[in-house]
């Protein structure tokens, strides 16, 4: 059951998208029985201090979220992300990516079944990205500034068992 709460509005003007103000509004929360397909691991508790994993779990979810669309070609936001540094299903570490419609379709055992295909899509996808240190294209919006996701999300990857892809380069026109 994913559970979510919206407490706060945003005003946009219409055509500019211009931020215009915002507030606190006052709803019902809304719940979501579904399917969902997730990664944990106990080992990846030690070593890491708890706001580098928050922001590793974040980024290679993001990352996997993307790779993930891509295989089974579906809309990015058929797929709900959450992540928990000590998820109380499973006391460890894991990323979750649940179907965005009542009971699931079976979106989520095709993921169980691509599972190292998106581990490995997803470190690739990070790896290769031109950006320095995690962007909306790789680990997702940065949320924090002067925080590496991009290193932070490899380590997390590799750490779920992602192979090391040789790093692709461009061919270079007149470059022996
Ligand atoms: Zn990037």
Same mark, same amino acid.
């Given at each position: 059951?994913?559970?979510?709460?919206?407490?706060?509005?945003?005003?946009?003007?219409?055509?500019?998208?211009?931020?215009? /103000?915002?507030?606190?509004? =006052?709803?019902?929360?809304?719940?979501?029985? *579904?399917?969902?397909?997730?990664? *944990?691991?106990?080992?990846?508790?030690? #070593?890491?201090?708890?706001?580098?994993?928050?922001?590793?779990?974040?980024?290679?979810?993001?990352?996997?979220?993307?790779?993930?669309?891509?295989?089974?070609?579906?809309?990015?936001?058929?797929? #709900?992300?959450? $992540?928990?540094?000590?998820?109380?299903?499973?006391?460890?570490?894991?990323?979750?990516?649940?179907?965005?419609?009542?009971?699931?379709?079976?979106? $989520?055992?095709?993921?169980?079944?691509?599972?190292?295909?998106?581990?490995? /899509? %997803?470190?690739?996808?990070?790896?290769? +990205? $031109? +950006?320095? %240190?995690?962007?909306?294209? +790789?680990?997702?919006?940065?949320?924090?500034?002067?925080? =590496? %996701?991009?290193?932070?999300?490899?380590?997390?990857?590799?750490?779920? #068992?992602?192979?090391?892809?040789?790093?692709?380069? %461009?061919?270079?026109?007149?470059?022996?």
């Amino acid at each position: 059951m994913v559970a979510s709460l919206v407490t706060l509005f945003k005003k946009l003007k219409f055509g500019t998208d211009e931020n215009v /103000g915002w507030g606190p509004i =006052d709803l019902p929360e809304l719940e979501l029985q *579904t399917t969902a397909y997730w990664l *944990t691991g106990e080992e990846l508790a030690d #070593g890491w201090r708890r706001d580098e994993l928050d922001v590793a779990l974040i980024g290679a979810g993001r990352a996997i979220q993307a790779v993930a669309a891509v295989l089974l070609m579906i809309d990015p936001r058929d797929l #709900g992300l959450v $992540s928990q540094v000590r998820s109380p299903h499973h006391d460890a570490p894991t990323i979750y990516l649940y179907e965005a419609v009542p009971g699931g379709v079976g979106l $989520s055992e095709r993921l169980w079944a691509r599972h190292e295909e998106l581990v490995d /899509g %997803a470190a690739d996808l990070i790896a290769t +990205c $031109s +950006c320095d %240190a995690g962007c909306p294209a +790789c680990t997702g919006p940065r949320l924090e500034p002067g925080v =590496d %996701a991009k290193a932070l999300a490899l380590r997390l990857l590799r750490g779920l #068992g992602a192979r090391r892809t040789p790093v692709r380069r %461009a061919a270079i026109p007149g470059a022996a």
